[in-house]
């Protein structure tokens, strides 16, 4: 469901932009426009990273605030039982596979959901997934097969919780990634880089994707 506007007394707030449920899991989806400058993706450390990776943080803790929202009732969500994932979703991929990165953003994440008066243990009892648009459209094809629970319970296991979206459904869900059929809008791609979209789009899908 598209959350819509709601106010919390004379404040207006415009809630998660996403809220998917399968009877298993609730996944709460907040999409970021914001691009990883390059100077930042070619250096591994230092102030310039650091303020990239800061803006990521402050969009997981904005996530954090309205599950909040959601769970105390103040949405038109209605609240059940279920267990809820909260997954940021990128336009680029930020690469966060580095157990320094990672341990950054969490630790900053802490740090701001403590400033905004939420519990920081949140972070670690409901872990947050990071994952570009591109991952999305090619793993969101096996919720339907695993179940959302299924699925995010095994990503953010300590195990996986720096394994990039994709790799980690390759590593854990080989059976169902294989057993994808086409890439989503794959005919526009097709239509618009005729020459590149083969290649491309065999590369998102694996090593035996064929494109049909």
């Given at each position: 469901m598209d959350e819509a506007e709601y106010k919390v007394g004379r404040q207006v707030k415009h809630g998660v932009d996403w809220i998917v449920g399968d009877g298993t899991a609730n996944?709460?989806?907040?999409?970021?426009?914001k691009r990883l400058r390059h100077d930042a993706k070619i250096t591994v450390e230092g102030e310039v990273l650091e303020a990239q990776l800061n803006i990521l943080a402050e969009a997981i803790v904005q996530l954090y605030?309205?599950?909040?929202?959601?769970?105390?009732?103040?949405?038109?969500?209605?609240?059940?039982?279920?267990?809820?994932?909260?997954?940021?979703?990128?336009?680029?991929?930020?690469?966060?596979?580095s157990p320094l990165t990672t341990a950054y953003v969490h630790r900053q994440v802490k740090t701001l959901l403590e400033r905004s008066?939420?519990?920081?243990?949140?972070?670690?009892?409901?872990?947050?997934?990071?994952?570009?648009?591109?991952?999305?459209?090619?793993?969101?094809?096996?919720?339907?097969?695993?179940?959302?629970?299924?699925?995010?319970?095994?990503?953010?296991?300590?195990?996986?919780?720096?394994?990039?979206?994709?790799g980690f459904a390759w590593t854990c869900f080989?059976?169902?990634?294989?057993?994808?059929?086409?890439?989503?809008?794959?005919?526009?791609?097709?239509?618009?880089?005729?020459?590149?979209?083969?290649?491309w789009i065999r590369n998102l899908r694996g090593p035996t994707a064929s494109l049909v």
């Open positions: 996944l709460f989806v907040e999409c970021k426009t605030k309205n599950i909040r929202d959601a769970v105390d009732g103040k949405t038109n969500w209605t609240p059940n039982q279920l267990p809820i994932y909260p997954l940021v979703v990128t336009l680029e991929e930020w690469y966060l596979f008066c939420i519990d920081p243990r949140v972070a670690d009892d409901m872990p947050y997934t990071v994952a570009s648009i591109d991952e999305i459209e090619l793993v969101g094809q096996i919720f339907d097969r695993t179940g959302l629970g299924t699925f995010f319970a095994r990503k953010t296991e300590p195990a996986h919780s720096h394994t990039m979206l994709a080989e059976e169902h990634m294989r057993d994808i059929k086409r890439i989503l809008f794959s005919a526009d791609w097709e239509r618009f880089l005729p020459d590149t979209a083969e290649g």
